[in-house]
């Protein structure tokens, strides 16, 4: 299925790399790859996370890093709406 990121998400990935960028570039890398892996699994097999109390959109946790990605399909393709940490306050979708 194809994966398209709305700007909200591909700002969270740049500013996941910019934080953590800034104390370990190595690490920085690292991270971005981690997310980037179980979004092309949710490529794959759209449906296999759990949704969210939000209607149509599921949450795919990345553990190792404890990042979440929300995301929704919408014929034929899966749009990956928000990126952020789990330590953060939940997701008030607008």
Known sequence: ?????RE???ADLDEIFQYIDQRSPGGA???IDAIHAPI???AD??????RTS???IHVKVIG???YKVFYRVNAGEVEI???RHAARRPWEEK
């Open 40 to 42: 092309e699994a949710i």
């Open 1 to 5: 299925m194809k994966v398209r990121y």
């Open 45 to 50: 097999y759209p449906l296999s996370a759990p």
């Open 64 to 66: 190792q890093y404890r």
């Open 29 to 31: 890398r690292n991270v």
């Open 54 to 56: 939000f209607a149509g």
């Open 81 to 83: 709406l928000h990126v």
């Open 8 to 10: 909200r998400a591909l």
